[in-house]
């Protein structure tokens, strides 16, 4: 799988890219029914919602279900990715964002960047996120919002140098929110745009957008897979101590595309 180069151009023009039904409906039951086996083990990976038993975001599956160790590979994903990166590429961060009915909270407008230059002293913003949405995504249960083409005004300047926030979480971008002055200016001139669609469409997101989500209050589920990739030469160089491995990851041995079906389906090499 290759972007067209209008596709390319949308990405770096905008910032974001949307790629509609990537992944077909028993792909994404597969990876639906993963989650709900990962997200069910307890440990530091597991992120609850605030007061409550339902997980908010569960991280680095890739590295406990094969499934997932699957679809980073996946040349549907990798082929994108090495296009706008270039082909020596490792996973970052890989996280599944969960907006149960009713109750999944938002997430503050920010950029990603500021968070992994700050937390993890990472160098360059030589990344990407690739989305997937593992359930229908409308207005009404809290759908990602962006800023399309913020990315070109670069990482807010200011806030604590990487030492001071080195031993932060930052797993949440609250520390690092837009302030309503900065975020009013950026929408005025770019403008929101939220991605919605079928489960299984990917949407390609700069690591610099300003990007942000409200809370879920419809009946209905909103998980939200998000691979980050990054440039082999740019690892972090931690100041401090390192955050943990299931949200910084690593390993950063480039990523090879394996062609198949996903373990769990019809002719499958591995078994889920
Ligand atoms: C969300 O899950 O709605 C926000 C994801 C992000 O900030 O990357
Ligand atoms: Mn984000």
Not at 108 to 137: C, I, M, Q, S, Y
Not at 186 to 205: A, C, H, I, W
């Amino acid at each position: 799988m290759q972007l067209s180069q209008e596709q390319l151009h949308e990405y770096r023009e905008r910032g974001v890219l949307t790629l509609d039904a990537l992944l077909t409906p028993d792909e994404v039951e597969v990876l639906r029914e993963a989650y709900l086996r990962d997200s069910s083990v307890q440990g530091d990976h597991r992120v609850a919602e605030r007061g409550r038993e339902e997980a908010r975001a569960v991280y680095a599956s890739h590295l406990r279900c094969p499934e997932f160790g699957a679809l980073v590979r996946s040349p549907r994903i990798l082929g994108p990715v090495r296009q706008i990166l270039g082909r020596n590429v490792y996973i970052y961060q890989f996280k599944i964002n969960s907006k149960p009915p009713f109750l999944g909270g938002g997430w503050a407008w920010h950029r990603d960047f500021t968070a992994w230059r700050l937390a993890d002293n990472l160098p360059k913003p030589l990344l990407v996120n690739v989305g997937v949405l593992l359930d229908e995504v409308t207005e009404f249960n809290g759908p990602v919002v962006f800023a399309p083409g913020s990315h070109h005004q670069g990482a807010i300047q200011g806030g604590p140098p990487a030492r001071e926030a080195a031993s932060q979480q930052h797993l949440d971008p609250d520390d690092i929110a837009l302030t309503a002055e900065e975020l009013t200016g950026l929408v005025d001139r770019y403008g929101m745009e939220s991605v919605k669609g079928t489960p299984g469409t990917v949407m390609l997101f700069h690591p610099e957008i300003v990007h942000g989500s409200a809370a879920n209050i419809s009946p209905f589920p909103r998980k939200l897979l998000i691979m980050t990739y990054n440039d082999c030469s740019n690892a972090p160089r931690p100041l401090g101590l390192p955050r943990p491995e299931y949200i910084v990851c690593r390993d950063t041995t480039p990523l090879e595309p394996v062609d198949g079906p996903l373990p769990g389906l019809p002719g499958a090499q591995v078994t889920a």
